[in-house]
């Protein structure tokens, strides 16, 4: 019997850097059958020429990831979508176990994820995203039956930030969620604090759409929330006094993005509430 078509989608905009090793890593994976589409946001460096070097199907989409992933899956032609960053390289045997788990009868799969790049900063990121492997309140789906994608409406496009884990909820309404031990390694480059900060408050402004839609009194204690991560982290001490001074690092930098996240979440919602009014 031949094997599944699995449509792999990246989105990207401006990531000449990782988009290679991106592109290399879905062409090195051992299952046979890949349809690979590219979904770009208008960049203006050599991310299309890169693209066009591993798929002809090359698209253009925006304004963001959401939209992006949704233009791409009403594309595709595979019997399962696969929704990967532009900055995440793929164990080769990652698609071949993604599709071995659906036989079970699961049709949506997590893959963990561990990060690698360079400097202080990256090895801080890397110790932190090695906790959360095995936690679906953290973790989310990122290969799907395309039926069952678009029966749950795919990703919102009102939300920037949470996405993820809204579809995953609206997917576990549908069919069980299975997950992978083959990983997907998410290159950090060179993290700079600062930047990290502030790509927190940009997401967290846009937070409203996601906690409209998934309304909960005890973020801030779950597992995706500040408190309840720092519950998470102390829960595993020895990887905490391994390395102490990367530790201490890990735990400055989330207080840092948690921070920059609730200023961005006031800010947004100031933002909203002004909007209604004049409306």
Avoid at 173 to 190: M, S
Avoid at 207 to 230: D, H, I, K, M
Wanted: hydrophobic share 40%; charged share 25%; proline share 4%.
């Amino acid at each position: 019997m031949r094997e599944p078509l699995v449509s792999v989608v990246v989105t990207t905009k401006n990531n000449h850097t990782t988009l290679g090793a991106c592109l290399a890593s879905i062409a090195g994976q051992t299952y046979p059958r890949i349809e690979l589409l590219v979904v770009d946001n208008s960049s203006t460096d050599d991310t299309v020429a890169i693209a066009r070097h591993y798929t002809s199907a090359v698209f253009t989409y925006g304004p963001e990831r959401s939209a992006q992933r949704n233009y791409a899956a009403a594309k595709a032609n595979g019997d399962y979508v696969f929704i990967v960053d532009s900055d995440m390289e793929l164990g080769e045997r990652v698609v071949e176990a993604c599709v071995g788990a659906v036989q079970s009868g699961a049709q949506a799969v997590i893959v963990p994820e561990e990060s690698f790049g360079e400097g202080f900063w990256a090895r801080c990121k890397r110790l932190e995203r090695s906790f959360y492997v095995g936690i679906d309140a953290v973790e989310a789906a990122r290969f799907f039956a395309l039926d069952v994608y678009l029966q749950a409406g795919g990703y919102d496009e009102a939300m920037t930030g949470g996405e993820d884990w809204d579809l995953t909820r609206r997917v576990r309404a549908l069919t069980p969620v299975v997950r992978v031990n083959e990983f997907i390694r998410h290159n950090e480059g060179r993290v700079h604090f600062a930047k990290s900060a502030r790509k927190m408050y940009y997401y967290a402004q846009h937070a409203g759409a996601y906690f409209a839609a998934n309304p909960t009194p005890s973020v801030l204690r779950s597992e995706s929330g500040p408190l309840g991560r720092y519950k998470l982290f102390f829960s595993k001490p020895v990887k905490l006094l391994r390395e102490p001074h990367v530790a201490f690092g890990m735990l400055l930098f989330k207080a840092t993005e948690y921070a920059a996240a609730g200023l961005g979440y006031l800010r947004g919602s100031r933002v909203l509430t002004k909007d209604a009014r004049e409306a």
